[in-house]
Nanobody
Framework: QLQASGGGLVQAGGSLRLSCAASEITFGMRNMAWYRQAPGRQRELVATISRTGSTDYTDSVKGRFTASRDDAKNTGYLQMNSLKPEDTAVYYC???????????WGQGTLVTVSS
């Protein structure tokens, strides 16, 4: 089970840090992803962080967003800086399917960036 938090309303140029707390004891063994879904749009992959800490980002957030993880706390983070109105979306954390372990999703946290 994943619990996402940290969303809110912020002005353009501001920052937010999303957290995703996992009850999964396998958290440290698994890659993690952040997705977002804006109104009327498909869910898109925003960032990934591997179990070894390697990260990758969609082009639109490169240089502004940073994914990290603290395996001791079973928690992943998405630091979002220089936010833009087009970043407005519900953000979801995900542990992709791995072996016998199912795909897991957080409930989503709303980020609203005002211009």
């Amino acid at each position: 089970q994943l619990q996402a938090s940290g969303g809110g309303l912020v002005q353009a140029g501001g920052s937010l840090r999303l957290s995703c707390a996992a009850s999964e004891i396998t958290f440290g063994m698994r890659n993690m992803a952040w997705y977002r879904q804006a109104p009327g749009r498909q869910r898109e992959l925003v960032a990934t962080i591997s179990r070894t800490g390697s990260t990758d980002y969609t082009d639109s957030v490169k240089g502004r967003f940073t994914a990290s993880r603290d395996d001791a706390k079973n928690t992943g983070y998405l630091q979002m800086n220089s936010l833009k109105p087009e970043d407005t979306a519900v953000y979801y954390c995900n542990l992709p399917k791995m072996g016998i372990f199912s795909d897991a999703w957080g409930q989503g946290t709303l980020v609203t960036v005002s211009s």
